[in-house]
């Protein structure tokens, strides 16, 4: 079982950044492909980002491409999500999950999830 905790979110304005990180508890974090997704109120749950088991491999929704950057430090069981040139349409709660199989894209392809962090950018 792994448990994750979400944190750095907050209120930016527009163009600015954040760091969120996502820490998980255990000893197999190093095993799972992590993801962060995110949710505004009144729309669906939606992919974000994904990271392999070591880092090598990350792919990014086309919203968030070149602006978003998905890392992991293994030794510290923690997965990042660096947000740059934010919109106020990047409003939204953030989870980090872990992959359990499937298409990476889709919620239901990921067993654990964080209890989110709010970021609200204003225009």
């Known amino acids: 079982q792994v448990q994750l905790v979400e944190s750095g979110g907050g209120l930016v304005q527009a163009g600015g950044s954040l760091r969120l990180s996502c820490a998980a508890s255990?000893?197999?974090?190093?095993?799972?492909?992590m993801g962060w997704f995110r949710q505004a109120p009144g729309k669906e749950r939606e992919f974000v980002a994904r990271i392999s088991r070591r880092g090598i491999t990350t792919d990014y929704a086309d919203s968030v491409k070149g602006r978003f950057t998905i890392s992991r430090d293994n030794d510290k069981n923690t997965v990042y999500l660096q947000l740059n040139s934010l919109k106020p349409d990047d409003t939204a709660v953030y989870y980090c999950?872990?992959?359990?199989?499937?298409?990476?894209?889709?919620?239901?392809?990921?067993?654990?999830w964080g209890q989110g962090t709010q970021v609200t950018v204003s225009s």
């Open positions: 999950a872990s992959y359990s199989g499937g298409s990476y894209v889709s919620p239901e392809a990921y067993g654990y």
């Open positions: 255990g000893r197999t974090f190093s095993s799972y492909t």
